[in-house]
Nanobody, 125 residues
Framework: QVQLVESGGGSVQAGGSLRLSCAAS????????IGWFRQAPGKEREGVAA????????YYADSVKGRFTISQNNGKMTVYLQMNSLKPEDTAMYYC??????????????????WGQGTQVTVSS
């Protein structure tokens, strides 16, 4: 089983930056993709970014392209989401998730089976 723990959330002003971390106790065959998702109150959970752990290919939602960067450490046990130029509309609970995909990583939340508990990001104007 993949166990995921997010950290790094907090409160920042618009234009600021945060880096989220997603640490895994163990990665398994069933976790070749790691995705970051977010959910604001009253809204659906949406995909933000994903990374293919083997080759390092990355995928982004249009709303965060050019502002957010997903990466992994050399040992590939931690995945990061660097968030720059934050906007109030980025305010949400952020979750990391893991699952296995054949050739590319989905940004659809219900295609992932392993989830962390979430970390809150609040951006004030």
């Amino acid at each position: 089983q993949v166990q995921l723990v997010e950290s790094g959330g907090g409160s920042v002003q618009a234009g600021g930056s945060l880096r989220l971390s997603c640490a895994a106790s163990v990665w398994s065959y069933n976790s070749n993709c790691i995705g970051w998702f977010r959910q604001a109150p009253g809204k659906e959970r949406e995909g933000v970014a994903a990374i293919y752990r083997g080759g390092g290919s990355t995928y982004y939602a249009d709303s965060v392209k050019g502002r957010f960067t997903i990466s992994q450490n050399n040992g590939k046990m931690t995945v990061y989401l660097q968030m720059n130029s934050l906007k109030p509309e980025d305010t949400a609970m952020y979750y990391c998730a893991a699952d296995r995909f054949r050739s590319w990583c989905s940004l659809v939340h219900n295609e992932y089976n392993y989830w962390g508990q979430g970390t809150q990001v609040t951006v004030s104007s």
